[in-house]
């Protein structure tokens, strides 16, 4: 019933910037905490931000904070990922999903829908 589509995914080159966009459909999302999520090659999901169903407050892995900040738009539907200062580690398919409940979470079975995913490759 719901669908989370991801993009603005791309290449860049290191110390660029990408900004990430999950649109959903079929329903609003305003009251559910969404998530990031993502897969570098070889590799297993790892959690990357998460935001509550208000947007006041999030949580980021230690990875990506002070590079990465996780919004949303509940008017929209969207929830956005800005990445700063890229660099070849954070090359992965990186995933938008709906959380369970109105809090952030890391934990990936605290989700229950997800986007198709979106490739961000980084150059050195």
């Known amino acids: 019933q719901v669908q989370l589509v991801e993009s603005g995914g791309g290449l860049v080159q290191a110390g660029g910037s990408l900004r990430l966009a999950c649109v959903a459909s079929g329903r609003t999302f305003s009251r559910y905490a969404m998530g990031w999520f993502r897969q570098p090659p070889g590799k297993e999901r790892e959690f990357v931000a998460g935001i509550s169903w208000t947007g006041d407050s999030g949580s980021y892995a230690d990875s990506v904070k002070g590079r990465f900040t996780i919004s949303r738009d509940n008017a929209m539907n969207t929830v956005y990922l800005q990445m700063n200062s890229l660099n070849p580690e954070d090359t992965a398919v990186y995933y938008c999903?709906?959380?369970?409940?109105?809090?952030?979470?890391?934990?990936?079975?605290?989700?229950?829908?997800w986007g198709q995913g979106a490739q961000v490759t980084v150059s050195s």
């Open positions: 999903a709906r959380g369970i409940g109105l809090r952030p979470t890391a934990r990936y079975d605290e989700y229950d829908f």
